[in-house]
């Protein structure tokens, strides 16, 4: 029987075996969230001409608080004034429009008044020129997102305006979810009574989707070892999650199937409640995460292994550490045995947590009215009423 691998070393062994994926060409609209894999520069400047900053009036020089000028054109955004603007003459002009040659200042509308081909400046025109320079932005070569950033809508905004249709990024990890088990029905179908709805699928998928991974396909498997092999071989994500089947029953076919298939099971089984029958395996740049059949151990476990192995592939760093969060106890706990232990709590609204009423692996109501996981190392000693512990969040 293989021995129980201790949560910590089971994530070292897990994040560090895998590499990021190769950078890819990605288009805009696909990169929210990925790593830039280059530095992006600017193609082109921007503005690449003086432009109004304000709807307004251009003039040759600043105005004058009760001065009168003659309006001689008018200039929209996307449009060139051929002449120049001289002394006692104004351009009506529009924001985002070229600054005609030899204007100095825009005066907005708000502080003039029009009368037929003329204008009369009011009592406070402002001081400021209004016009945006050439280049007031950027300009062509000026680094505009550095690499390694993680991208935001607000990066890729200013890629397209460096005229970038698409950047160079760690792509996201490739998911695929195999729930297996001759037990299961799909929901909403007409299922035998005996038969058990096959939930874990649903929620993985969804939390591969959560921690940054582009999701590939949900499929149920029957207890069919050549169907499993088949199904193994034929996987093209980056990332195959299994559920169910990866224990040492006779029905447990998960791991004789990935043995088959030439996978090195770095992971065999984990020093963890909930989730002890969790493995991890590789094979030619493929990853494998089985995870537990019964439902909350299957959350569990992927909130745990699942967001480390999909950060490091789409290149956020070698994190193997849990994102604990420091908190209160708000009852007596006992002493923990020799497995780490996650337990479903609720963070009340005096800060304090305090385990939901069971911690039966099969309860995925509990698991949905938890807010937070109470973790307890590995023959932690027992703790009182107002001890620090730590937490780690449930996506929410």
């Known amino acids: 029987m293989s021995a129980l691998v201790p949560l910590e070393t089971a994530l070292e062994r897990m994040v560090a075996s895998v590499d990021p ?3 890819r060409r990605t288009p805009l609209l696909e990169a929210d969230g990925c790593i830039l894999a ?52 104004a351009v009506r002009i529009f924001t985002g429009a070229p600054i005609p040659a030899s204007a100095t200042h825009v005066v907005i509308q708000e502080d003039t008044a029009r009368d037929g081909g003329s204008i009369t400046i009011g009592p406070d025109p402002g001081k400021g020129a209004n016009i945006r320079p050439a280049g007031g932005d950027f300009e062509d070569g000026d680094l505009l997102i550095a690499k390694g ?25 490739g998911v695929a979810v195999m729930m297996n088990g001759d037990e299961l029905a799909w929901p909403g179908d007409s299922a035998p009574d005996d038969a058990i709805i096959a939930s874990n699928g649903f929620g993985l998928a969804t939390l591969a989707q959560r921690f940054g991974a582009e999701f590939h396909d949900l499929d149920l498997i029957r207890d069919d070892q050549t169907a499993i092999e088949r199904y193994i071989a034929d996987c093209k994500a980056d990332i195959l999650v299994t559920i169910g089947g990866a224990s040492v029953g006779d029905y447990d076919l998960i791991r004789p199937a990935l043995e088959a298939e030439g996978y090195t099971l770095d992971v065999p089984k984990v020093a963890l409640r909930p989730g002890k029958p969790t493995l991890f395996g590789r094979k030619d740049g493929k990853t494998v995460l089985g995870l537990p059949g019964n439902p909350v151990s299957s959350m569990v476990s992927a909130i745990i292994f699942l ?16 994102p604990l969060k420091n908190s209160v106890l708000g009852i007596d706990l006992p002493a923990n045995g020799p497995r780490a232990h ?55």
């Open 21 to 23: 994926l190769a950078p």
């Open 307 to 322: 967001r480390p192995l999909i950060a490091r592939l789409a290149g956020r760093g070698l994190a193997s550490h849990l």
């Open 38 to 89: 280059e530095d992006c520069r600017a193609t082109l400047t921007k503005p690449p001409f003086a432009v109004s900053a304000m709807d307004g009036y251009a003039l040759a020089k600043a105005p004058t608080a009760g001065a009168t000028y003659r309006v001689i054109g008018e200039v929209p955004a996307g449009a060139q004034f051929d002449g120049t603007v001289s002394a006692g003459e």
């Open 342 to 396: 996650f337990m479903r709590a609720i963070e009340a609204e005096d800060g304090r947590v305090r385990p939901v009423e069971s911690q039966d692996s099969s309860l995925l109501r509990l698991l949905g009215n938890a807010d937070t996981l109470i973790y307890r190392p590995a023959h932690a000693a027992s703790a009182a009423a107002g001890d620090p512990c730590q937490t780690l969040s449930l996506p929410h």
């Open 149 to 173: 950033t993680a991208l935001t809508p607000q990066h890729l905004a200013l890629a397209a305006s460096g005229n970038h249709a698409e950047l160079l990024v760690q792509p996201r990890p």
